[in-house]
């Protein structure tokens, strides 16, 4: 069976400070990763999206980017963080050719102060 | 671009009492549909789909949803909760068809009390 991992599950960094969070799958070969975030009192947002290893795209620009250095290991990075990157980010998979289903991993709560 | 409206961002409800749970969306291409629950310290779980075909769709756990193309919505409904169903409720909203990537576009959210 598959298994997403996500950690760390709550983060508190100070503002300017790096960050990594990691996410792994197994099980499966070949995913689609996803990087999702959700502020506080808003909806979920895709970030990243990667189709395989050492190809990201993003969503939207920010502060944070985000890396595939193996199959089934997908990164979100910073290198300065700041106080709007707080929030509940969200690993999850889908296989190749069926994007419609998504496997979410339990999420990382991030707070910068 | 695509938006997801979650009407309520919290629903209290009795025990066996049924609840819906509102959603409704804009997009100007056709659209999957999509309801995740996420139970407390746990990730986000697929509860039910909407693809094609009828639009009445069955979930996990007892839950439905009605796909309405003209009021562009997609309401979760279950006739009777348990407490065991206090959770946090996300609708969500994809392209249909194209590359199928997980592109999701989510609701704010509503947080289900269930109380006894």
């Known amino acids: 069976s598959q298994t997403i991992h996500q950690w760390p599950a709550t983060l508190v960094q100070p503002v300017g400070s790096p960050l990594s969070l990691e996410c792994t799958v197994e099980?499966?070969?070949?995913?689609?990763l996803y990087w999702y975030r959700q502020a506080a009192g808003r909806g979920l947002q895709l970030l990243f999206y990667?189709?395989?290893?050492?190809?990201i795209s993003s969503e939207v620009p920010q502060n944070l980017s985000a890396s595939r250095p193996q199959d089934r290991q997908f990164i979100l990075s910073s290198k300065k963080l700041l106080l709007s990157d707080s929030g509940f980010y969200l690993c999850a998979w889908s296989q190749q050719g069926a994007g419609e289903k998504l496997f979410f991993g339990s999420g990382t709560q991030l707070s910068v102060l | 671009a695509q938006s997801v409206t979650q009407l309520d961002s919290q629903v209290p409800v009795f025990e066996e009492a049924p609840v819906e749970l509102r959603c409704n969306y804009s997009?100007?291409?056709?659209?999957?549909l999509f309801w995740y629950v996420q139970y407390p310290n746990q990730g986000l779980q697929l509860l039910l789909k909407?693809?094609?075909?009828?639009?009445l769709v069955k979930g996990i756990n007892g839950f439905e949803a009605e796909f309405n193309k003209s009021q562009t919505s997609f309401h979760l409904r279950k006739p009777s909760v348990h407490i065991s169903d206090t959770a946090e409720y996300f609708c969500a909203v994809s392209n249909a068809g194209g590359t199928s990537y997980g592109k999701l576009t989510f609701g704010q959210g509503t947080i289900l009390t269930v109380h006894p």
């Open positions: 909407y693809l094609s075909g009828s639009t």
């Open positions: 997009s100007s291409v056709s659209v999957y």
């Open positions: 990667s189709v395989g290893i050492g190809q």
């Open positions: 099980g499966t070969s070949n995913p689609n």
